[in-house]
């Protein structure tokens, strides 16, 4: 099975950017679909984006990230990436990826099979 790291959180002002980054380590993640999701405190965890590349690449994104968040990967390094720009405070949260078996982007929690630890991210008005 897949292990997954993230890297790449801290503190930023609104405005300024990001970018999160996912190793993983096990498997290589073009075996799978992958995702980022976040948790604010007292939230649920939410979706941000999806990317799955078995007949060319598909990408998706929340609603309140498009055109501001973009995901990429790089299978060489067995990385995932979230570039974050034009933050705000609304972005603040514990941020995840995650990896799921099968070939379908997914926006459901319950749909991914594996988990990183998360990373911290702070956006101050």
Known sequence: QVQ??????GSVQ???SLRLSCVASGRPLREY?????RQAPGKEREFVSTMTW??????DYADSVKGRFTMSRDLAKNTIYLQMNTMSPGDTA????AARNGWNRSAKVGDYDYWGQGTQVTVSA
């Open 33 to 37: 679909t992958v995702g980022w999701f």
């Open 14 to 16: 609104a405005g300024e």
């Open 4 to 9: 997954l790291t993230e890297s790449g959180g």
């Open 54 to 59: 078995r007949s060319g690449l598909s990408t």
């Open 94 to 97: 514990v941020y995840y990826c």
